[in-house]
């Protein structure tokens, strides 16, 4: 079993930043890729990011390309989503996840699908205000 805590979401200003981080325990998921997932309040769960096991090779939503950075730590098994640019449409409740057949690729339309996550975190609040 894989247990996943994210933490660092909060409240700021458009055109600020925040970094999200997740931190896994139980069983190592060095061997795993994992990603980020956030849902705004009366919406779907939505694909953000994801990353390969190695942590160099990564996947974006078109909506946060260019402003947000995933990586990893897999010393300290955690997991890091950097925000920055951040807008309203950014907020959301953001959730981290493993992917244990998501390895050494992560192929766009298979690591953006929630469904092949197996592992989720309870998530973390982002709220943007304008």
């Known amino acids: 079993q894989v247990q996943l805590v994210e933490s660092g979401g909060g409240l700021v200003q458009t055109g600020g930043s925040l970094r999200l981080s997740c931190a896994a325990s139980?069983?190592?998921?060095?061997?795993?890729?994992m990603g980020w997932f956030r849902q705004a309040q009366g919406k779907e769960r939505e694909f953000v990011a994801a990353?390969?096991?190695?942590?160099?090779?990564?996947n974006y939503a078109d909506s946060v390309k260019g402003r947000f950075t995933i990586s990893r730590d897999n010393a300290k098994m955690t997991m890091y989503l950097q925000m920055n640019s951040l807008k309203p449409e950014d907020t959301a409740f953001y959730y981290c996840?493993?992917?244990?057949?998501?390895?050494?690729?992560?192929?766009?339309?298979?690591?953006?699908?929630?469904?092949?996550?197996?592992?989720w975190g309870q998530g973390t609040q982002v709220t943007v205000s304008s």
């Open positions: 139980g069983r190592t998921v060095s061997d795993y890729g």
């Open positions: 990353i390969n096991s190695r942590g160099d090779s990564t």
């Open positions: 996840a493993v992917a244990p057949l998501l390895r050494f690729s992560v192929p766009g339309a298979w690591s953006a699908n929630k469904n092949n996550y197996n592992y």
